[in-house]
């Protein structure tokens, strides 16, 4: 039987192949297990076609260990995360996020709607693998699966929060266009818009369960770009499959990134006196560009390693208000506790309707600095902490930028890369610094061979 871990954001997998009915029934055992039986867990799902049987699998793994569990359908990630605060339930969500349709995963909220501890993740591992190992699983005939009892309202209470996040303000005389992914948003995302009153036009809300971040989404907003450019409407929304985060595009076409967002609302935040601490938490990705606007202002860029996880915690650690990360992640710590993309699209949205300003120029005070990511495969990852003469070089690229650029090197955790990534303000030079860097790398640690 397959073997994942917990990566940043749960387990993933290619589904019915690693993520097996098999696999995630054991997972289910195994967090009521840690977690316990007592609590109420509240499920949730996106549009994938593996997500029901998925969905099945986790609810008669819960049952044998004599937990409760009611599934929520088809809801958004923020959605079930929500709930489970609320509720003081544990939340599981059957998504993997932006990946394609053959993939799936698991992440898994603690009582009231956090993430689960690096602790916990390990005693869950430790389980999984123990009951993997046991082989008892009786999962072949699919009657065997619960036809899982389901929580009533859970939409409806999502689409109510949204709404009620603006505390009676309206969206009324923006134009927007939502592309949906055909994903979990599909349906709820547009109608809490036209509920704070926006004129929406919507894309790409007709999931058949292998449609989901088909060249589109947050992903690929190109469609989206025109689509606003043609309808002269005055932004547009880009969710992935489980609608925890999001990309805008402005009036012209411009895609507004993470770190333009973040922008944007801190200096909402800063301007009101309500961003707490004077510090916005985000990772190690973050551009120059949001470097340089938050130093501007005086607002400190708490930085963290890559996972909205890791934001989440810098945020909890420090009491800040706002977080969040390039790829479109962004917290707002008064209304949630992890990443929404209907959210944070509306609360831009709110910014530019209370102070009149088009997106394009609220997000005119990030200036991103060209950036280069080359992922390097190499023989020796393990080999890079003592890469001496790489780290020279490293240390020679890092002097000739000065504060005109940065360097990032990282190995990833699943793959024998090397990601080397180099801004830098002046064109052209992010290209050449990243290539020198490339050929060090290799000198050290060897090409992967074929």
């Known amino acids: 039987m397959p073997h994942l871990r917990f990566g940043t954001d749960g387990v993933r997998g290619v589904a019915s192949v690693d993520l097996t009915k098999e696999f995630v029934y054991c997972l289910g055992r195994a967090l009521a297990r840690v977690l316990g039986p007592d609590h ?3 499920i949730a799902r996106d549009t994938r076609e593996s997500g029901y049987i998925l969905e099945g699998a986790l609810s ?9 569990s009611l599934t929520c359908g088809v809801l958004p990630t923020p959605g079930l995360a929500l709930l489970a605060r609320e509720r003081e339930a544990v939340g599981v969500m059957i998504s993997a996020s932006h990946n394609p349709w053959t993939d799936n995963g698991v992440k898994v909220f603690s009582l009231g709607g956090g993430k689960i501890s690096d602790e916990q993740q390990s005693a869950i591992e430790d389980q999984l693998e123990q009951l993997l190992a046991e082989g008892d699983v009786h999962l072949d005939d ?13 939409a409806d209470r999502y689409v109510a929060h949204l709404v009620d996040s603006l505390k009676g303000r309206s969206l009324s005389g923006l134009k927007v266009v939502v592309d949906c992914g055909n994903g979990a948003a599909f349906e709820l995302a547009p109608f809490a818009l036209r509920g704070l009153g926006c004129d929406v036009t919507v894309l790409n809300a007709d999931p058949n369960g292998r449609n989901i971040n088909d060249g589109c989404g947050s992903t690929d907003p190109s469609a989206l770009a025109r689509a606003v450019v043609e309808l002269q409407a005055d932004a547009g929304l880009a969710l992935d499959g489980d609608a925890d985060r999001v990309v805008m595009v402005d009036a012209s076409g411009e895609v507004v990134d993470g ?18 601490g004077r510090g916005v938490a985000t990772t190690v990705m973050a551009n120059l560009g949001l470097r340089r606007a938050f130093a501007s202002r005086g607002i400190e860029l708490v930085e963290t390693p890559v996972g909205d996880r890791y934001v989440k915690a810098a945020m909890d650690e420090r009491g800040l208000v706002l977080g969040g990360e390039q790829s479109g992640h962004v ?9 929404d993309g209907t959210l944070t699209g509306v609360s831009v ?11 394009a120029d609220l997000a005119s005070v990030v200036v991103k600095a060209p950036q280069v990511l080359l992922n390097v495969k190499v023989a020796n990852r393990e080999g890079l902490p003592d890469a001496e003469a790489f780290w020279s070089t490293v240390s020679a ?6 504060d005109a650029g940065r360097v990032l090197v990282r190995a990833s955790g699943t793959e024998p890369v090397v990601r080397i990534m180099v801004e830098a303000l002046e064109p052209g030079v992010a ?17 992967l061979a074929d």
């Open 40 to 42: 109420l867990y509240l």
């Open 60 to 68: 008669t793994g819960l049952h044998r260990e004599r937990a409760l």
């Open 142 to 154: 699919m009657a065997a699966i619960l036809n899982p009892s389901y929580a009533p309202g859970t």
């Open 259 to 276: 770190d333009k967002m973040l922008a944007v609302l801190a200096f909402d935040l800063d301007d009101q006196g309500l961003l707490a």
């Open 331 to 339: 917290i707002i710590g008064a209304l949630a506790n992890t990443g």
């Open 349 to 359: 949205l709110d910014v530019m309707k209370r102070t009149g300003r088009s997106l």
């Open 397 to 402: 690229v890092e002097r000739g930028l000065g």
């Open 431 to 447: 290209d050449v610094r990243a290539e020198t860097l490339r050929v060090a790398l290799l000198d050290a640690l060897g090409p």
